[in-house]
């Protein structure tokens, strides 16, 4: 039997509000344990806490970039449960009448679009920290987490793929960074999602039991426990079983799941309206405020960018979805130095290799756009070639030095001059007989090992095009 894979996803974010949601503790990672930690976020007896109203701006934000319908009137819940990490037993959450309702998304997968309902977006707070040490037996908490202020951003059970997937969270991610009220560092838990999984008969239009994995904490980490949880579950179904509705644990170290508890329904939860907090109403002139301020989306900069500068898709998709990445390309349009397509190739290419391998981000280097496109547009001149604009830019990220100044200083212009090439090419054919053999018997990719020589006999500075030229007219 084929099998209809149906995936739903609950996005935690954590907002970049200065203070916490419900109290004025410093709202920052990092700190020593228990600093950032007052009777109010802990929940003990006699404190009352006070909404953040920038919590509230902020959510309201994320909704209408959502396309969602906003609750003008509505009121914070207590969730009630028990955990070590949540000193009060239970979380102020929304229940019923959630700030951001009934919206969607629309993300692109392999080029085409998909749009991906948004079920809802409550605010809440986060709970502390447990820490363990191997020098102890037991569990100790760190409270400078409890009170950071969340929204939840729920799917509807729309998608169909793991693939499908990465790109909702993907896009969500963007979207966050593009209005700026969460900094989405997985490294520090700011964003993760819980994944609700089910499988059923292709074709059909009943659902089958779900399973949900709790706080999984990075993108790549969500891709395989769909992939896992949906093998798991048509090889139970396969072999006669029956699917249990449960919370597992996803070890993606191990790369499986493992049962947790059984599945929390909403009256185990036993919510009841948050008495300590008045009901939240937001007048019109808010909320349209707000929709007016949206920035430019992803979705939006991305029609903009392949209809403006001819770029692919995939390039695109990109530099759209990493916000640092399209104001750098966006800033050396606007110097209007180089063409968009080189700007496009370079960050792409070189710059994510370079913030790859040393793990940063472009505001953690020296690389500015009028840098950038002084480099480029050197290259694109001709004035140096491909190979020396890479020493050029190393050495650019290294130093305070402008491109100019170290193409001088290292001699690096390119040797354009044909009668000086020719001499070059020769030489490597005369050396290089076997490979000049080779192309003549139709292996194509010895011309690309000859035109490498040329440029090691010139130490990068020869002109590859004008050599690949007269290499081809001195052996064709």
Known sequence: MEYELVVGLEVHAELSTQSKIYCSCKNEFGREVNTHCCPVCTGMPGTLPTL??????????????????????????????????????????????????????????????????????????????????????????????????????????????????????????????????????????????????????????????RCEMKNVNTFSGAVRAIEYEAKRQIELIEAGGTIVQETRKWDDAKGESIPLRSKEDAHDYRYFPEPDLLTIVLEDEYVENLKKSLPELPNAKHIRY?????????????????????????????????????????????????????????????????????????????????????????????TEKMPKDIVKEKGLIQISDESELEKVVQNIIDNNQKSIEDYNNGKTNALGFLVGQCMKATKGQGNPAKMKEILLKLIG
Not at 192 to 198: A, E, H
Not at 314 to 343: H, M, Q, R, W, Y
Not at 353 to 374: G, H, P, R, V
């Open 52 to 209: 953040n109203e920038k919590v509230i701006e902020y959510a309201v934000l994320m909704g209408h970039a959502l396309n969602c319908n906003i609750h003008q009137v509505c009121k914070q819940d207590r969730k009630n449960y028990f955990y070590p990490d949540l000193p009060k037993a239970y979380q102020i959450s929304q229940f019923d009448i959630p700030l951001c309702e009934t919206g969607y998304v629309d993300v692109l997968v392999d080029g085409e679009q998909k749009r991906i309902g948004i079920t809802r977006i409550h605010i809440e707070e986060d709970a502390g920290k447990l820490l363990h040490n191997e020098n102890f037996a037991g569990s100790l908490v760190d409270f400078n987490r409890c009170g950071v202020p969340l929204i939840e951003i729920v799917s509807e059970p729309d998608i169909r793929s793991a693939k499908e997937a990465k790109a909702y969270l993907d896009t969500i991610k963007s979207i966050l960074q593009y209005l700026n009220i969460s900094d989405c560092k997985m490294e520090e838990g700011s964003i993760r999602c819980d994944v609700n999984v089910s499988v059923m008969p292709k074709g059909s239009n009943k659902f089958g039991t």
């Open 306 to 398: 392949v209809k403006s500068y001819e770029l692919s898709q995939k390039d695109t998709g990109l530099l759209v979805e990493n916000i640092e990445k399209a104001k750098l390309f966006e800033d050396c349009i606007a110097l209007n130095k180089c063409s968009p397509k080189i700007i496009c190739n370079w960050i792409l290419g070189d710059i994510s290799k370079y913030l790859n391998e040393t793990n940063k981000t472009i505001s953690d280097t020296n690389i500015t756009a009028e840098k950038l496109t002084e480099l480029l547009a050197i290259i694109e001149k001709g004035d140096i070639s491909n190979a020396s604009g890479k020493i050029v830019f190393e050495e650019m990220i290294a």
